[in-house]
């Protein structure tokens, strides 16, 4: 394998720092490579009480000059703050939403390549309103999407979502709702409230018909 024999930091803000890191291979040959350190993210794919309508959100990325369809999610920014806890406060701040339950899809890399970017994916059930409370001028400008998850291969093949983390979340909410009881059990962790799965069901939702009724108007 590959030894790691220096890193020097060049830049630092709040968010990512940029460094150049020297590795060694077995023969003892000297490489180089660019790293971007990042604290690291959350998403949150909120699905309503009928099982198969996903709320998403269309935001405009910098990076790209245009809008991306989109999960909620976060940067893990509030020291020793964990991950499931940043996913149900970015639910809140970027949806107005609540949710009575939090089930983990999985964790990936979002582009190691070059970062070490880390992200916690989660399924919010049991939505009810909360109270928004946008982050940034993009937040404050960004509107609510419905999709229906069946309609999500469609919509991928036509480019309309193409953002990573939401094309993640989506395929493994899909694969959550095909599963029975017990595999869901085994396959995706009750991550809060901490207690016992079998007490809440996918249907199980604290005013989310309320809030339904009036997501168009908001």
Excluded at 151 to 159: K, N, T
Aim: glycine share 6%; hydrophobic share 45%.
């Amino acid at each position: 394998m590959f030894e790691k024999i220096s890193e020097v930091e060049l830049y630092r803000n709040n968010v990512i720092s940029l460094s150049k890191v020297l590795f060694s291979t077995r023969e003892g040959k000297i490489f180089e490579r660019d790293v971007v350190r990042h604290l690291g993210a959350v998403s949150i794919v909120p699905l309503l009480d009928d099982g198969k309508t996903v709320v998403l959100m269309s935001q405009f990325r910098a990076s790209l000059g245009r809008p991306l369809i989109e999960v909620p999610a976060g940067k893990r920014d509030v020291v020793d703050e964990a991950p499931e806890l940043t996913a149900i406060r970015e639910l809140e701040e970027e949806l107005g939403l609540r949710c009575s339950l939090l089930i983990k899809l999985g964790e990936f890399e979002n582009s190691p390549g070059f970062t070490d970017e880390h992200s916690f994916a989660y399924l919010a059930l049991g939505l009810s309103l909360g109270k928004v409370a946008p982050q940034s001028v993009e937040e404050m400008e960004a509107s609510i999407v419905t999709v229906d998850l069946s309609r999500v291969p469609e919509l991928i093949s036509q480019g309309l979502i193409s953002d990573a983390k939401t094309i993640i979340g989506l395929a493994r909410t899909a694969d959550f709702m095909a599963r029975d009881h017990d595999q869901r059990r085994m396959l995706y962790p009750h991550a809060w409230p901490h207690g016992n799965f079998e007490q809440l069901s996918i249907t199980d939702a604290s005013g989310v018909s309320e809030w339904a009724s009036l997501l168009a108007s908001l």
